[in-house]
């Protein structure tokens, strides 16, 4: 539901501004004096960056449908991420979990990777993760377990499968380069 309305108020709030853009700049202008008075910057410095921003946002249409169909993707990603870490919970024990449980250690973990700036929340996500896991009843050693295998998936195939990507880009851009051929 909180979701939702999040995603409501920001659809609402980006198409406020594609269709009246005269009124945010003032604001924008205010703010940003402030900010740089603050950093001892003349009063429109960065003014230009966010004029290309507000630009940016003016050309991306996004309607209705297409806001709601954002929202039912990253929700059908998040539900399928769950469902990741409760089959790597059923391979490694046979203690029960609810799905209450289980969606409250995950939302704990996801939280906690929001707050993070290491790449992937690595350590973070995964000790609240655990954490998560144990209070909702299960013992230490299979917490871990289930999520060292989580994020083995969860991580390591998304960037295995990014390097095999990235290594067949760089394949194809050096075969379309000419080859140069020395008369040494």
Same mark, same amino acid.
């Given at each position: ?5 999040a995603v409501l108020l920001i659809t609402v709030g980006i198409r406020w501004i594609t269709r009246h853009p ?34 940016? $946002?003016?050309?991306?249409? @996004?309607?209705?449908?297409? !806001?709601? =169909? &954002?929202?039912?993707?990253?929700? #059908?990603?998040? *539900? ?52 998560? $896991?144990?209070?909702?009843? @299960?013992?230490?050693?299979? !917490?871990? =377990? &289930?999520?060292?295998?989580?994020? #083995?998936?969860? *991580? ?12 067949r880009v760089l394949r194809r851009t050096r075969r379309e380069q000419p080859q140069r051929i020395s008369m040494?």
């Open positions: 539901m909180a979701l939702t309305a005269g009124t945010l700049l003032p604001l924008v202008r205010t703010a940003l004096a402030r900010i740089n008075r603050l950093r001892r910057r003349p009063t429109d410095h960065g003014l230009e960056q966010i004029r290309a921003y507000l630009d940016q $946002l003016r050309a991306a249409r @996004l309607t209705p449908g297409h !806001a709601t =169909a &954002a929202a039912t993707y990253a929700l #059908l990603n998040w *539900l399928l991420d769950a469902g990741c870490l409760w089959l790597c919970l059923d391979s490694v024990t046979d203690q029960a979990i609810t799905p209450t449980q289980l969606l409250l250690a995950f939302c704990a973990g996801m939280a906690a990777g929001t707050l993070t700036i290491v790449l992937g929340g690595l350590g973070i996500i995964d000790n609240a993760l655990i954490l998560g $896991l144990i209070t909702g009843g @299960l013992d230490t050693p299979t !917490a871990i =377990a &289930a999520v060292v295998l989580y994020r #083995l998936i969860n *991580l390591g195939f998304v960037i295995g499968a990014g390097w095999i990507a990235w290594g040494g």
